[in-house]
C-alpha cells in the first residue's frame, strides 16, 4: 500500500515570501499525484495533478510543483505568497492504473501573515 | 462545487445512535467515496463505489456502512455512533481512470 508524508505540519510565512511545502510517498510502481488545498471552513479544491510528462507541473493561483521520481517527492512551491492562500494543504498519492484509491498526507497548515 | 452535495452540513448525535450521511452528485461520475478527516491524520478512506453494483472497504471501514442507490446518491451510515467516529466527513465523486476527484463541501458529526 501507498503513503504519503508531509513534514510540515505548520508553516508561517509574511506575504511575499517563497513557499516550499515537502511530500514524500512510499509506493513501489507508478504514481499520480495531486495538491489539493483546503481554505478555511471550504472543502478540498484541487491546485494540480501529475499523471504524466513533464514533471514540473503548474496549477492554479501561481503554484507549482515537481516531480522528483528518484526522490519519491512531489513538493509544492509558490514565488509568492498572499495572505489569501491561508490554507490546509493536502499531497495525495494514487497508483496508476485501475485501482484508484487516493492516499493522503496528514496536510500542511500554511498561514500567511499580512 | 455544488455539483457535490452533502446532507446535513453538520449533526450532533449521541453514542449508540443511527445516523446517516448523504451526497448526492449531478456531474455524472460513476465513481463515489467516503473520507473522513481528523486534525494531524488528513483525510481516510472509509468506503469507495465504482458504480452502482460496486461497493469497497477503505482504510477505515469498521463501525461504518455504505449505500449506493443510484449513480447520483452515496450514503455514509453509522449503525451505532461513538465518540471516536467525530469527525469532518467528505464525499467525492470521479470519472472513470486517470480523473480528478471533486469533494463535497462536508459533514462535521460530533457524537456525544
Known amino acids: 500500500a501507498q503513503s504519503v508524508s508531509q513534514h510540515n505540519h505548520h508553516v508561517i510565512l509574511s506575504e511575499a515570501a517563497s513557499l516550499e511545502l515537502g511530500c514524500n510517498y512510499s509506493y513501489g510502481g507508478t504514481v499520480n499525484l495531486f495538491w489539493y488545498v483546503q481554505y478555511p471552513g471550504q472543502h478540498l479544491q484541487l491546485l494540480l495533478k501529475y499523471f504524466s510528462g513533464d514533471p514540473l507541473v503548474k496549477g492554479i493561483k501561481g503554484f507549482e510543483a515537481e516531480f522528483i521520481k528518484s526522490k519519491f517527492s512531489f513538493n509544492l512551491r509558490k514565488p509568492s505568497v498572499q495572505w489569501s492562500d491561508t490554507a490546509e494543504y493536502f499531497c495525495?498519492?494514487?497508483?496508476?492504473?485501475?485501482?484508484?484509491?487516493?492516499?493522503f498526507g496528514s496536510g500542511t497548515q500554511l498561514t500567511v501573515l499580512p | 462545487d455544488a455539483d457535490v452535495t452533502q446532507t446535513p452540513r453538520n449533526r450532533i448525535t449521541k453514542t449508540g445512535k443511527r445516523i446517516m450521511l448523504e451526497c448526492s452528485q449531478t456531474k455524472g461520475h460513476d465513481r463515489m467515496y467516503w473520507y473522513r478527516q481528523d486534525p494531524g491524520l488528513g483525510l481516510r478512506l472509509i468506503y469507495y463505489s465504482f458504480d452502482v453494483k460496486d461497493i469497497n472497504k477503505g482504510e477505515i471501514s469498521d463501525g461504518y456502512s455504505v449505500s449506493r442507490q443510484a449513480q447520483a446518491k452515496f450514503s455514509l451510515s453509522l449503525e451505532s455512533a461513538i465518540p471516536n467516529q467525530t469527525a469532518l466527513y467528505f464525499c467525492?465523486?470521479?470519472?472513470?481512470?486517470?480523473?480528478?476527484?471533486?469533494f463535497g463541501p462536508g459533514t462535521r458529526l460530533l457524537v456525544l
Open positions: 495525495a498519492v494514487e497508483p496508476s492504473g485501475s485501482a484508484r484509491q487516493l492516499t
Open positions: 467525492a465523486t470521479s470519472a472513470v481512470a486517470q480523473e480528478t476527484q471533486y
